[in-house]
Nanobody
Framework: QVQLVESGGGLVQAGGSLRLSCAAS????????MGWFRQAPGKEREFVAA????????YYADSVKGRFTMSADNAKNTMYLQMNSLQPEDTAVYYC??????????????????WGQGTQVTVSS
């Protein structure tokens, strides 16, 4: 049973940076798709970034492309989301997720089987 625990959220001023971590326990197969999503108050959960656990191409939402970078340290079973040039519109609860079956629908939150508890990111103007 895979479990995910996020950390690293907090309050930052516009233009600042944060790095989120997602520690995974349990066995994660190389074909597993890992993703980051976020949900702002009153809005639906939206895709942020995704990549296979084994590496390869990483996909980003247009709204974060060039500012956010997703990476993983397989030896530590940890995934990261480096967020630079943060803006108030990035304020949300951020979730990491695992699609154990590695489906191609990486932007669809329904494709993900396991979710972390979320970590709050607040960007002040």
């Amino acid at each position: 049973q895979v479990q995910l625990v996020e950390s690293g959220g907090g309050l930052v001023q516009a233009g600042g940076s944060l790095r989120l971590s997602c520690a995974a326990s349990g066995r994660i197969f190389s074909g597993c798709r890992m993703g980051w999503f976020r949900q702002a108050p009153g809005k639906e959960r939206e895709f942020v970034a995704a990549s296979r656990w084994s590496g390869g191409s990483t996909y980003y939402a247009d709204s974060v492309k060039g500012r956010f970078t997703m990476s993983a340290d397989n030896a530590k079973n940890t995934m990261y989301l480096q967020m630079n040039s943060l803006q108030p519109e990035d304020t949300a609860v951020y979730y990491c997720a695992a699609d154990i079956h590695g489906s191609p629908w990486y932007t669809n939150n329904a494709a993900y089987d396991v979710w972390g508890q979320g970590t709050q990111v607040t960007v002040s103007s």
